[in-house]
Nanobody
Framework: QVQLVESGGGLVQAGGSLRLSCVVSERAFSPVGLGWFRQLPGKERDFVAAISWINGNTKYADSVKGRFTISKDNAENTLYLQMTNLKPDDTAVYYC??????????????????WGLGTQVTVSS
């Protein structure tokens, strides 16, 4: 069973930085891609960033371009999200997700099969 476990969330002041990590538990699992999404209570889960597990190509939501960086360590089966210049609007629960095959829109939750339980990021003004 593939499990994704996020860590690294917390409380930070506006302008600060955090680095989120997501460990993929099953080493035999080679996803096509991994992504980060975020969600506020009662709201839809929004795309943040995605990365190809194969060639490292990345894509970002416009709201985080230039501030967030997605990266991966294939040897450690770990996904990262480096967040800088954080804003109060970045406050949300952040989820990592994995897609085992191509197909579907990787900027939407429907493009992913496996999900972590999330980690809370709170940015104070």
């Amino acid at each position: 069973q593939v499990q994704l476990v996020e860590s690294g969330g917390g409380l930070v002041q506006a302008g600060g930085s955090l680095r989120l990590s997501c460990v993929v538990s099953e080493r035999a699992f080679s996803p096509v891609g991994l992504g980060w999404f975020r969600q506020l209570p009662g709201k839809e889960r929004d795309f943040v960033a995605a990365i190809s597990w194969i060639n490292g190509n990345t894509k970002y939501a416009d709201s985080v371009k230039g501030r967030f960086t997605i990266s991966k360590d294939n040897a450690e089966n770990t996904l990262y999200l480096q967040m800088t210049n954080l804003k109060p609007d970045d406050t949300a629960v952040y989820y990592c997700a994995a897609r085992p095959s191509v197909g579907g829109d990787y900027t939407t939750p429907g493009g992913y099969v496996y999900w972590g339980l999330g980690t809370q990021v709170t940015v104070s003004s």
